[in-house]
């Protein structure tokens, strides 16, 4: 079975954002290097509702951690991007055959932003913090998690230190909560900025798995300061 590649395909003529009254000088770049980005383009061709569901399959690729028949969890869901490549990944509905039982995949996001339904998944508005939240995920899965996701990410404020801290206590929740949900052996897997206390998940990852990696796919914008950590190997 041949697995789609977790990069743009063909060449595209540079597009040029011309001037326009009201626009800002840095709309304007961000105009044109959205225009200009291939993998915006390939998400778009793909029906891909984001340009970072590369990044999940950049990494998926490099850890093979999304495996058919698996239950999968996207904290913060929206806009379903990473929810739609885990749904091609676990192959949810997909059986040996008659008589053998079922194996396919389960994926369930949850996102307080109510997100368009994409077939193969459940989707949840729901606040992953709720004291519920927990019990609901695994009774959709029909049991623990193999593995959880969280591409979260808290509005920027332009100030470094500030969304370093926000995006790192996103990441220090989604790993509080993937150690109620997963099995044993399950994997885990988010996005942190650098800028300093990523030490700190990283040293508490360490103990709670038995392999962690800290990585930045190619998909990630180069002057992002980005990166995700990968856990494989949940200790239980």
Known sequence: MTTKSSKPTGRRATVRVKTARGRTVSSQRWLQRQLNDPYVAEAKKRG????????LLQLDD?????????????LGAAPGGWTQV???????GQGKGQGQGKVGGVVVGIDLTPVEPIA???????DFYDDDAPAVLQELLGGPADVVLSDM???????????????????????????QVLKPGGSFVAKVLRGGTERTLL????RDFTKVRHVKPEASRADSAEMYVVGTGFRG
């Open 62 to 74: 490099q850890f093979r951690f999304l495996k058919p028949g698996g239950r999968v969890v996207d």
């Open 48 to 55: 891909y509702r984001s340009r970072a569901a590369f990044k």
């Open 153 to 179: 990410a808290a509005a920027a404020t332009g100030e470094t230190q500030v969304d370093h801290l926000r995006i790192m206590g996103l990441a220090e929740a989604a790993h509080d909560f993937a150690c």
């Open 203 to 206: 040293d508490r990852l360490k």
């Open 86 to 92: 885990a749904v091609e990944r676990v192959k949810p």
């Open 120 to 126: 193969g998944a459940t989707v949840l508005a729901k």
